[in-house]
């Protein structure tokens, strides 16, 4: 028996996450996706105690209950022949995803770009180029 594609695709709700996820629901119609969203404590804020994040619980639950959100969205939206499994994790996003998918045995990534440029480009990075960098699987990003 062939094994199903295993296809991840980090969401964060921004449209271009959106447009990834009718991606692989298109390109992958018989597949197991896994969505994944990566909640960044660097969002938090910083507490004053040498620059570490403060990362309260209550930021904690609401992050996971928008997660959960986004999860049940894109469930709806998945064809009945997908698979869909959700994972939330916490950490930097582009690092979190590439060992997310070495964890998993994923064999694709499916990733939204927010197309910056320039200035910004350079000082904000961009999670999309550092995973098609570091990821050891195809990664597939839509714009």
């Given amino acids: 028996m062939v094994e199903r594609k295993h296809v991840l695709v980090p969401l964060d709700g ?10 692989a629901y298109e390109e992958f ?7 994944l969203h990566v909640i960044n404590p660097a969002r938090a804020g910083y507490g004053a105690q040498a620059g570490l994040p403060s990362f309260s ?28 499994e959700t994972a939330t994790e916490v950490g930097q996003p582009a690092r979190t995803i590439v060992g997310f998918a070495d ?4 064999d694709e990534i499916v990733i939204g770009s927010h197309g910056r440029q320039g200035i910004s480009r350079v000082l904000l990075g961009s999670v999309a180029e550092n995973v098609v960098r570091r990821a050891s699987v195809p990664v597939t990003v839509v714009r």
Avoid: G, K
């Avoid at 921004?14 to 991606?23: K, M, P, R, T, V």
């Avoid at 119609?29 to 969505?35: I, Q, W, Y």
């Avoid at 964890?103 to 994923?106: L, Y």
């Fill in 14 to 23: 921004s449209e271009q996450a959106e447009a990834a996820l009718s991606y």
């Fill in 29 to 35: 119609p018989d597949a197991r996706v896994t969505l």
């Fill in 57 to 84: 619980e209550e930021w904690y639950d609401e992050a996971e209950a928008a997660a959960e959100e986004l999860f049940s969205e894109a469930r709806a939206d998945a064809p009945e022949s997908v698979t869909v």
């Fill in 103 to 106: 964890e998993r045995e994923v």
